[in-house]
């Protein structure tokens, strides 16, 4: 009797084994899936973050919308793009820009950054706005939607850029990317970046 009892138990555990074996393998081939996307979304596009000194103007560049600070002034990060872009103005190589953000009734992110350029000596006639950039992917295709655009060049910081890269050139926008002052790194940033990778895939796919 004893022995019956203690085959009876080696069973399910035999049975519980092979589920969790499954279960391990089909984890590994998720995480391989999005390895994958990240990948792809991350290095397709990467050789075409260009220095300033290869762009032939004329040429529009799109300010990518990054956060305000307290007070509504322009994040550290959304303000080293600013003051890349104006860089480009003044070496005659970007005539105008988009500057693409999001505003809300107490928060106006595009006012924001064009405040900051026109402080920093960019002149009026050379913004464009765009207050319905509520994302990266809002953003690109604002580009080809809202103002008729199929070529442009991002401004933005090298981690954000390929992501960004990436949208516009498979939505058919002809994008070149120049990168601004890196921001801060951080697990968080490099984490949420690695994510909205895998978002963008879908948004792109679907």
Request: contains cysteine.
């Amino acid at each position: 009797m004893d022995i019956g009892i203690e085959r009876a138990n080696i069973k399910p555990k035999r049975g519980l084994n092979k589920f969790f074996k499954k279960l391990f393998f089909v984890f590994l081939f998720f995480c391989f899936l999005v390895f994958l996307i990240i990948a792809r979304v991350q290095t397709k596009y990467s050789d075409k973050i260009v220095g300033s000194a290869s762009l032939l103007p004329p040429n529009i560049g799109l300010v990518f919308g990054a956060g305000l600070k307290a007070g509504g002034a322009p994040s550290p990060v959304l303000e080293e793009r600013i003051l890349a872009a104006i860089r480009l103005f003044q070496d005659g190589r970007v005539g105008k820009f988009i500057l693409s953000g999001y505003k809300t009734d107490n928060h106006d992110e595009v006012a924001a950054m064009k405040n900051l350029a026109l402080a920093e000596g960019l002149p009026e006639d050379a913004i464009l706005l765009d207050d319905i950039g509520t994302s990266t992917f809002d953003s690109c295709r604002n580009v080809k939607e809202y103002f008729g655009l199929n070529k442009i060049v991002l401004i933005s910081q090298k981690n954000h850029l390929r992501r960004a890269l990436y949208i516009c050139n498979e939505m058919g926008i002809d994008a070149v990317g120049v990168a601004s002052e890196p921001s801060k790194k951080d697990w968080q940033s490099a984490a949420r970046e690695l994510l909205a990778s895998v978002y963008a895939w879908f948004k792109v796919i679907f």
